[in-house]
């Protein structure tokens, strides 16, 4: 569920699209894959939701990154193509989140995207390479920025945070030698408390 910056809220389903309430009538809008891609969904399974700076709702499905312009009820779909090296990493959209500068961390179960709006044209979004491939092939379970503007990515296999003036990565992982390494290394939540501990949530306890 995401609440967008009009207070509308967004709902994702498991087999039944997408839904958007308007908490003052008291509605539902209703959205579902079909055969016009302009104005459908690629797929009615979502794993995740968030809103832009332009205003336009990213939604990550088990078939492809879309994006939805509320005003107009059109569709963008974005999906991996192998013939393509800047395409989508994979198909199956698991986490999505918009940093303060605007650039978009699109996490697949097979690598991690950024997407960057380059003008008022929701065509415009394009995939950025990276410097490290130390993500490619993880699949990226959830993204999280601190208050520093560090990035943090879990995955199934480690946590990894990304210093975005230099693009280093540094990864995490359970060492059962040290009692002080993370107790898992598929990681399912992270978020940071108001002293700026770092907490990690994962298959076997937090962290």
């Avoid at 209703?30 to 399974?45: A, I, M, N």
């Avoid at 993880?138 to 993204?143: A, E, R």
């Avoid at 503007?149 to 975005?164: A, M, P, Q, V």
Wanted: proline share 4%; with cysteine; hydrophobic share 30%.
């Amino acid at each position: 569920i995401y609440e967008d910056s009009d207070g509308f809220l967004w709902i994702g389903t498991q087999g039944g699209g997408l839904d958007c309430y308007d908490p003052e009538l008291d509605t539902f809008t209703h959205f579902k894959s079909g055969p016009d891609p302009t104005t459908s969904l690629s797929d009615d399974f979502l794993n995740a939701l968030c809103q832009c700076n332009h205003g336009k709702i990213w939604i990550g499905t088990n078939n492809g990154l879309n994006i939805l312009d509320p005003q107009s009820g059109r569709f963008i779909h974005f999906k991996n193509d192998p013939d393509i090296p800047g395409s989508l990493s994979d198909n199956q959209v698991s986490a999505l989140l918009i940093d303060r500068n605007g650039l978009m961390w699109v996490g697949t179960h097979n690598g991690l995207d950024r997407f960057e709006h380059r003008d008022d044209l929701i065509a415009q979004y394009q995939n950025i390479e990276f410097k490290s491939d130390i993500l490619r092939n993880k699949h990226v379970t959830t993204i999280f920025e601190d208050k520093k503007g560090t990035i943090w990515i879990g995955t199934e296999t480690g946590l990894y945070s990304n210093n975005k003036k230099t693009g280093e990565f540094i990864r995490y992982q359970t060492d059962p030698y040290d009692p002080s390494s993370l107790s898992s290394n598929h990681i399912y939540s992270i978020c940071e408390d108001r002293f700026s501990n770092i907490w990690v949530g994962t298959m076997n306890g937090l962290n």
